[in-house]
Every structure is written in C-alpha cells, then in structure tokens.
C-alpha cells in the first residue's frame, strides 16, 4: 500500500491567501483525521471524520479553517485567509477498525504563512 | 481521561549503547498504547502498539517496550542504538483501543552521538 499522501510536502504563502492541504487516506481505512504539529503546542487533533461524515471538529482552532471529504479516497484542509500563526506542519492520518484502530499518518504538510 | 508523560525531552546515547525513553501514563480504561518515530522533516511512523495482549511489545528496529499496570509505564528500549535512529519517539495512549481519543506525550528527542 503507499500509504496516507498529502501534497503539497512545503508551502509557502502570503498572508491572506487561500491555502488547501489535500490527503489521500489508506484504501479501506474508514477514519481520517487532520493534525497539526508546532513547536509550541505539539500534535492537535483539527477534526476527525469517519466514512467521510465529519465527526468532530472541536480542534479546529476558528472559522478559517475547514475540512471536507467529498469521498472516501481525499480530504482537503482549507484555510482562508492564512495568517502567519497558521504556520506548522499539518498531517493527514487514517485507520481502519479491520486494522486495530492503528493510526497511519502521512508525511505532512509543511506551511509557512509570511 | 487519559493522559500521557515523557519523562525526558531529551536522551542522548553513544552509539552502540542501550536506549531508554521512558513514558507514563494514566486512563480510566484498558488503554492501547503507541509509541511512534519522527525522523526530521517526516511523518510519524508506528514502531510498536500494546493492545493487552503480551506485556512485551516488539517493534521494528529493534525496539521494545514493556507494558507494567503495576507502575502505569511503557517504556522504549534498544539493546544497542545507530545513528540512524536519532529522531523524535512520541508516546501514545488510545481510550480503549479508540483511535479517535488519542492523547500524544510531548515527545522525546533522542541523540546519538558516534
């Protein structure tokens, strides 16, 4: 399998843009969650959705965030507009009750908003 | 609730020498317990879960951890460290297996030095 994949790897924008991180989950897997990783706060959970229902978006920090998943194979994290406090490493992840619950995290989206 | 601490933010080791990254943890429930990698500029990788089946847990790389109830603990350990293994370990705690409560440590950076 090729894993969870999010693209784009880097990005750097300006303030006040629009910014969307796109995931590619696990084939089968029925859970996919969005987190973001800085320096100050470690992992946070953003929002978690399962069978492409969003179950809970308590994590996603203001309305400039929001996430979708049109179908069971890609998600997008939108952000709009960016502001330079967005700036950290967003990851894609997904699991599978078949698989444990074991959580498969892709390799990140690096954003930097300036 | 649960809740998850790692001892140390930071380790360094020699090469060659034994690894230790001590995590403690506390949950109402039966957990599931993580430990995951992150190499620079990567994802989280699995390398070993507990899911109250065997007390010692072995991973990939080499690395273990034993899950005492006793002492609420899942520490890591190698036999012997490479330098390829300098990079973050998080420690994970799952309410009952969930995959959607996870609660992540605030990390452990380990250093090899040659």
């Known amino acids: 399998d090729a894993g969870v994949i999010q693209s784009p790897r880097h990005e750097v924008t300006e303030m006040g843009q629009e910014v969307t991180l796109r995931c590619k989950p696990i084939?089968?897997?029925?859970?996919l969650f969005w987190y973001r990783q800085t320096m100050m706060r470690g992992l946070e959970l953003l929002i978690y959705?399962?069978?492409?229902?969003?179950?809970?978006d308590s994590g996603m920090p203001e309305d400039r965030f929001s996430a979708k998943m049109p179908n069971a194979s890609f998600s997008t994290l939108k952000i709009q507009p960016s502001e330079p406090r967005d700036s950290a490493v967003y990851f894609c992840?997904?699991?599978?009750?078949?698989?444990?619950?074991?959580?498969?995290f892709g390799e990140g989206s690096w954003l930097t908003v300036v | 609730a649960q809740s998850v601490t790692q001892l140390d933010s930071h380790v360094s080791v020699s090469e060659g020498t034994p690894v230790l990254l001590r995590c403690n943890y506390s949950?109402?429930?039966?957990?599931?317990l993580f430990w995951y990698v992150q190499h620079p500029n990567k994802g989280l990788q699995l390398l070993l879960k507990?899911?109250?089946?065997?007390?010692l847990v072995k991973g990939i790389n080499g690395f273990e951890a034993e899950f005492k109830k006793s002492e609420t603990s899942f520490h890591l350990t190698k036999p012997s460290a490479h330098m390829s293994d300098a990079a973050e370990y998080f420690c994970?705690?799952?309410?009952?297996?969930?995959?959607?409560?996870?609660?992540f440590g605030s990390g452990t950076q380990l250093t090899v030095l040659p």
């Open positions: 992840a997904s699991s599978s009750g078949a698989a444990g619950n074991t959580i498969y």
């Open positions: 084939s089968g897997h029925d859970y």
């Open positions: 959705f399962n069978n492409n229902v969003p179950i809970d």
């Open positions: 949950s109402s429930y039966s957990p599931s």
């Open positions: 507990y899911t109250s089946a065997a007390t």
């Open positions: 994970v705690v799952s309410l009952s297996g969930s995959a959607r409560q996870l609660t």
